[in-house]
């Protein structure tokens, strides 16, 4: 195994307009695609036979991309994708499209060398359709079944032997979960010995005459579908796309009933296959899945449990964060800035441009992002233990009416919560959604779920100004978040929205599971340093432009240097939008237009400034929370608090990050992205704005 | 004859068939909810939808889906025509 990572795929960019496909791009290695239902523990198989840590979590649209990497072990080197999770070769959204687009093709030359279908032991008549479909197709197939564990508490035993007799094709019994794949190296390898099948049983369900001319019945007859291009997948892909040949297909080709009938076909062969290779010890009973969703999923308690788990996450977060970020933020501002400053006087370079950079500037800024990696740590393992034990499935079935209320389905919570970790995935993840417009409304709504880079300012921020109650004011800012995606979305509803799709919910539950600690530290540790390098690039990148900026002096010189610095001069011209809202100081106007670029610099940027304007402040503990402490109170005529909230309103509002725009564009065109910044400025700024004037009527 | 919307909590039902479009059809049969299979409607949610049993599997599904689909109760005979 390997940790090596290339690029084996070039998907394309599925859009809102459902364009979504890819191809292979082959290395000289044979491909293997991994591919199953959503909830089988695909992405986990995918890191455990690379060593990659790609996002798992135990809840449809964990993977929506595809993601490749390498696979050695023994005499296997192969590159390995792993594709969105899919119930079948019939998409309903761009992420299935793009897995069908994939195993579905005309040339063969695209096609992967073998496909691994993972299926779950606990569901295996559901999780085998997909398995039965990919097996009609000219591909050589491994069938891996996880979840044994799952399966044997519940008193269902398969017999692998079995089950291969029956499908035909060779079947692994692993737990990736644990990390125990053991066999399924030597099944690949031992499948990619043999030849191509030239196709596989297809269970057409066209009863057509012997003869018939149809495409289906074309491709099926011949032996050698390289040699006819008509058939295999190709005719495969007219199935599925609909044979506008055969005789019984109305004018669009095969209509849903005829698939109907091949889809039942195909249940009744899976269900052959699950007859003969599993028992049961016992009958189906009640579990303790059942005794907690009737909670989690209750009309009143659902809604209610769920914001209590959000309520606990944030306070967990920031109350047990806060002692070893205080240690931190000490060591970083004393002995780590003190020592810099005593190697670069050691060097010659003490008192110069150089120690105001490095010390006032790069460590600054840095270590201040590093006081934050407790916090973030913490957030990160808690969302990832609500993903991996099932809950977020459940999330999205209590927030349903709400995401209704703005015409969006249930399943939109789950980008929209994959938001609240980083808004870029998120937008994304947006493509588990099937309807366009769908699609389009929830990647405008994306930004208004607060990512964890705005966390780190809430802490800041709060933590400085409402002292014991900060982690009520974090949660207070979640929940506006919430708010402000239901305000949004009723916003675009009735303006340039008005003809959205009806989808109602239909979502699988998985069952409850004891979550993993090797997954959970696996993709704690994948988001943190994912979150640490983009945020130390940016926090490195704006240190220094805002430190250039800063020593760029513009007319006369000010009290304050940076003041009349063309940093000064910008963030002073940028000021006074913000005095309506409380908070039109020039080091918020600044801070703000640097987190414009990504909120991860707001902070950096803020001990920049003060540190460059009032150096003595940032060696003392608490020197940056005084500077703040100071300007808001001047800023909003003292009304402190309201400006603080008005800012803190504005911070959640107003576009996350240059990224999350990219991304945006990617998904959505870039009309729509200027739309969504559009209303993102205006909203934000009104709310703000309310905030602080009958904040300061009632304060 | 009953809609799943109105079917008795926690009682095995027949289910007979769904009168939706084509794909949504066919992904509920893909989630085990399709003709013949024993169903049982386990629960109501939050959003006004229900908790579906099939076998081991829990599916929760919007009201207005569910009146769609019908079903008799598992020990009764079908009816026919």
Redesign the interface.
Known sequence: MTTTTRTVTRPSVPSCHGDGGGEIVRDGRPVVALVGSPNVGKSSVFNTVTGARRSVGNWAGTSVEVGSGSWRSGGLDAAVVDLPGA??L?P?SPDEELTRDLLVRPDRAELPDVVVVVVSA??L??TL?LAAQVLEQPLRVVLAVTMGDVATR?G?DVDHAALSLALGVPVVAIDPRRGRVDGLAEAVEEALRTPVPARSLRPCGCDCAPGCSCTCCAAGATADAKADPTAGPAGDAAHLAGDAAHPDGGADGL???D??AV??RR?ARIAAAVEVATSRRGS?RADW??RV??VA????A??LLFLSVMWAVFQLTTRVAAPVQGFLDDLVSGPVSDGARWLLSAVGLGGSWVEGLVVDGVIAGVGMLLTFVPLMAIMFALLALLEDSGYM?RAA?????VM?AVGLP?RAFLPLVVGFGCNVPAVSATRVLPDARQRLLTVLLVPFTSCSARLTVYVLVASTFFGAHAGDVVFGMYVLSIVLVVVAGLLLRTTLLRSLGQE??????P?YQRPALRLLGAVTWTRLSAFLRTAGGIIVATVVVVWALSAIQIGERAQEPVRSSAYGRLSTAIAPVFTPAGFGDWHAAGALTVGFVAKEAVVSSWAQTYATAEPADLHQPGGLGASLRGDFERSSGGHTTAAVLAFLVFLLGYTPCAATLAAQRREIGGRWTLVGVGLQLGLAWSVAVAVFQVGRLIA | MVTLASAPFGVPLLLEQAAL????????????L?PGATVTV????????R?VG?????????R??LQQVTAVHAAAPAEKG
Not at chain 1, 297 to 300: A, G, R, Y
Not at chain 1, 397 to 401: H, L, M, P
Not at chain 2, 21 to 32: C, F, S
Not at chain 2, 42 to 49: K, P, Y
């Open positions: 119930y079948s019939d309903l606990a569901d008549a559901r359709y519940r269902i209509d849903g009933d698939e109907l889809a039942d249940f189906a899945t059942d969703d009737r999923t209750h009309p009143v659902g809604p499935a079935v209590v927030t349903d009416r209704r249930g109602d919910l239909v979502l699988d539950l069952r | 479009p084509a794909p949504r059809r066919l992904r509920l049969a893909e989630l085990g399709r386990l629960r109501r949610t939050a959003g006004g939808g908790i099939v076998g081991d599997a829990r599916v929760a599904v919007a207005a889906v």
